[in-house]
């Protein structure tokens, strides 16, 4: 099993211009993470767009991750739906095409309980051998899943190992991080409180940054690790402004696709509803991509 930490570019799913996915970007973007000593890539989450995707599309980007990664580096699919059955489906299909793990959020429209949430992650973790890294996000499910669930189903299940925790909660991070050491692993899942996060013990990052500069959070997170926290500080001050605009705007996925393109890799359009950055929008991504590439 590969080790799951560090910073994971949670990655795009570029398009052509008519909205079909852009297999070769994929590709293409996949090779240039490695080559920016990312420590592990992501797709098929929010940031590429899966609820836009159909099955045999999500099916194929987990196919061509696999063969593309080719075991350089640590897989995480996104195996997320509004369905057990369903979840349990795309799980087992990662796990088949040979990811490395499984990133798993609840039920997103149909508002579970705690109890719902626990037997749905015990169920699709149990159908599968590999890792399950578990997702908070109440921003995007509407429920905020709680702590001692988190912990329960992490406690009962062997190989729910990690947890990506988006609350945007720095305290609930770190009950997490303190009451699951030694079976349960935390992943920072808001990017304007990283730092924040690996100093209360996360050990990784799904980041939607880092597929904008993928370098520099990288760097970032090993000074944190090498004791460097005055160098650390300076690399996230400059990444910050990026995080808030990602976190801030509800363009995200836009936000990262405009900005790929801008830097010569392939993003391209979204698909409707979501719609293009405004002018606006677009001369403040310029602005912060001046301020953090240079």
Not at 259 to 288: C, F, N, V, Y
Request: glycine content about 10%; aromatic content about 8%; proline content about 4%.
């Amino acid at each position: 099993m590969k080790k799951l930490e560090g910073v994971f570019p949670v990655l795009i799913t570029p398009m052509h211009e008519d909205g079909e996915i852009n297999w070769e970007g994929l590709r293409s973007n996949i090779d240039h993470f490695i080559e920016q000593g990312v420590a592990g890539i992501a797709v098929n989450g929010s940031t590429g767009e899966f609820v836009s995707l159909t099955k045999e599309e999500r099916f194929k980007v987990t196919e061509i991750a696999v063969e593309q990664v080719a075991g350089q580096i640590p897989l995480i699919v996104g195996t997320a739906a509004e369905t057990t059955k369903d979840a349990i489906m795309y799980t087992k299909q990662a796990e088949e095409a040979g990811a490395d793990a499984a990133l798993l959020i609840n039920s997103y429209y149909a508002h579970p309980k705690d109890e719902e949430i626990y037997v749905q992650f015990k169920e699709v973790a149990e159908s599968v051998d590999f890792p399950i890294m578990i997702y908070n996000n109440p921003f995007t499910s509407g429920v905020n899943i709680g702590t001692e669930t988190i912990l329960k189903v992490a406690r009962d299940v062997e190989n729910i190992t990690h947890i990506k925790e988006s609350s945007g909660d720095i305290g609930k991070v770190r009950d997490i991080t303190r009451q699951g050491k030694g079976f349960l692993q935390t992943f920072c899942g808001a990017d304007d409180l990283a730092l924040e996060s690996f100093l209360v013990g996360a050990t990784g990052w799904i980041s939607v940054a880092g597929n904008i500069a993928p370098k520099l959070v990288t760097n970032m997170f090993n000074c944190v690790q090498q004791g460097d926290l005055k160098k650390a500080w300076e690399l996230y001050d400059k990444v910050l402004p990026l995080c808030n605009f990602l976190e801030g705007s509800g363009k995200y996925v836009q936000i990262v696709k405009r900005a790929m393109d801008l830097q010569g890799l392939a993003g391209g359009p979204s698909r409707k509803p979501r719609l293009p950055l405004t002018d606006e929008e677009e001369e403040r991504l310029k602005g912060i991509l001046e301020s953090i590439l240079q």
